[in-house]
């Protein structure tokens, strides 16, 4: 078969498995196999593949089949117009989570801070850290994460975007590592509710770190701890900055105000328009 007949194939039985960008995947995993870019698949789309080529692009056709992330299978994922490296040691950095780090961004520009002490917490690939550090050359950026296995995957993203040493890197649960305190601490925590787990699609039940999204019986185990313990590591007037799921605004906003440590608590919505950002400055005493 040739390129062109290779993807028009690949693309029908993405197709009849429910996938729902089947060419785009066909493409994109026929352009990696080979290591060549798509454009190049076109220009060549007469070619015929060698056998040991048809049977390995065949074998990967078949585990994108099942359900595997093209990110997982090709090896990478783009956030932030940057290359991260990840495989099923880390969650795959969303595109949602980039109007987290715009957020970020913004909140700092504002207030004219622009060399910021940030902390994020459970760093996962590192896209968030490394965004941040890749627009603010001044900031001390610290990122955590209770993954060791995550940790080394973040450290080589920091190694293939970023100057040496850019990046503090601590393993631990939570805040037990942190030292000092922050202009902004961000994260994006896991937040799926025990019993949301089983709705989510395959390619994240089957392949994602569970570790990564899993948030006690509702959800909020996560936003329970980090809201109340985050004020002690924001220095005054500080920021905290967190990715929710895009029905849990109201239940993080009565976090916040219970726990009586924060004030201009706000939400900002995702490119699909889904609540997606909650930020809150720390209250003065
Ligand atoms: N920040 C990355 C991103 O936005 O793509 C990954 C976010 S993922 C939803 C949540 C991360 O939190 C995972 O990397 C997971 O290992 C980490 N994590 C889970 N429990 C943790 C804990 N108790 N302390 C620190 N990190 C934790
Ligand atoms: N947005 C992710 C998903 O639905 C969840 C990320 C998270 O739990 N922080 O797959």
Same mark, same amino acid.
């Given at each position: 078969?040739?390129? +062109?007949?290779?993807?028009? $194939? @690949? ?5 009849? $498995? ?13 352009? $990696? ?88 917490? +459970? ?9 941040? @550090? ?5 900031? =001390? ?6 993954? =060791? ?7 080589? *993203?920091?190694?293939? *975007? ?9 393993? !631990? *649960? ?13 994260? *994006? ?25 899993? @948030? ?21 007037? +500080? ?5 929710? !799921? ?12 219970? $726990? ?12 699909? +328009? ?12």
């Amino acid at each position: 078969m040739t390129i +062109g007949q290779q993807i028009e $194939s @690949a693309a029908e039985v993405f197709l009849s $498995s429910g996938l729902t960008t089947p060419r785009l995947d066909a493409e994109v995993l026929l352009a $990696s196999y080979l290591k060549k870019d798509r454009i190049w698949l076109f220009v060549h789309s007469d070619r015929d593949l060698s056998v040991p080529e048809a049977e390995g692009f065949r074998r990967w056709v078949a585990r994108r089949q099942e359900g595997e992330p093209v990110a997982y299978l090709v090896g990478h994922k783009e956030f932030w117009s940057l290359d991260f490296a990840v495989d099923p040691r880390v969650l795959i950095p969303r595109p949602d989570t980039e109007v987290l780090v715009e957020e970020v961004l913004k909140t700092l520009a504002l207030q004219g801070i622009f060399s910021p002490d940030i902390l994020d917490l +459970g760093t996962g690939s590192g896209a968030i850290a490394i965004a941040l @550090a890749s627009e603010l050359p001044e900031a =001390r950026i610290t990122a955590t994460d209770l993954s =060791r296995e995550a940790l080394a995957v973040a450290a080589g *993203n920091a190694k293939r *975007n970023l100057p040496a040493g850019r990046i503090e890197f601590l393993q !631990g *649960n939570l805040f037990d590592p942190v030292k000092g305190l922050f202009d902004a601490i961000v994260s *994006n925590p896991p937040y799926i509710a025990a019993g949301e787990y089983s709705q989510l699609s395959r390619e994240v039940r089957n392949f994602e770190p569970r570790e990564a999204l899993l @948030a006690g019986e509702d959800g909020l185990d996560f936003y329970a701890i980090i809201i109340p313990q985050a004020a002690s590591f924001l220095k005054p007037e +500080g920021w905290l900055l967190l990715e929710i !799921g895009h029905d849990q605004k109201k239940l993080v906003e009565g976090l916040f105000s219970q $726990s009586g440590l924060y004030r201009d608590v706000t939400f900002r919505k995702d490119y699909a +328009g889904r609540w997606r950002v909650a930020k809150a400055r720390r209250k003065e005493e």
